[in-house]
């Protein structure tokens, strides 16, 4: 790894804590619209294609944060996780765009195509491979291996309710509705829990901003 390279994942990894308390905070508005839907039929879907895709957004972006210590572990559960996770960046990076374009008026729906591919190989493999690799590294707490497991079982809670839904009619709109919330709601906590005690762990070097590559005198 080049030097430039290395400053690159650091400076990355400093953020990561901001990156996922951003993600929660986002992801806490997410599920407010979610329990909305929910409880009293007031849905404002392009909003909600917006936001939660935002929160995720981040909340990749301080996944990748993590990946320098592990991938100097040498793990492979790590370097596998890191590239699903990056595919999932990509993944909700074109969706929030899409909704995006619905919002402002430059397209009338999104349709999240291959794109949805990419996000559920971050969410179940990406998350589930980095928490594992940071539970045997042990370079990071417990607590956030555990918590990086989180987006994935609720992720696959939410894919099974939605195929249950759609292909068998297992599942009422209302149940439906009732489970994006509570999904919602754990995502939301997780990325929150990840910020906090990535933050409250740090040490004071760690907590410094990014430097810039500008020296004085």
Known sequence: MTEAS??????????????????????????????LAAFSDIIFVPVEDVVGPAGFVFGFLGALGLSRR?????????CVGIICVSLGAVGFSVILLQGLAVVVGMASTSDPGVSLFLVTVGMVPGYLLLGAACLRATVYPRI???LLVVPAVAYTTMLLGAILFVQFGLSSESTLAMSAFAISSAQAVAHVGLGYTLRATASPDEREAPATGVTVG
Request: proline share 2%; aromatic share 10%.
């Open 6 to 35: 290395t400053r690159r994942w650091q400076s990355l990894e400093r953020w990561s804590p901001t990156m996922y308390l951003l993600a929660g905070g986002l992801l806490v508005g997410y599920a407010a619209l979610n329990g």
């Open 144 to 146: 956030v291996g555990l």
């Open 70 to 78: 592990l991938a100097e572990r040498r793990s492979k559960l790590a």
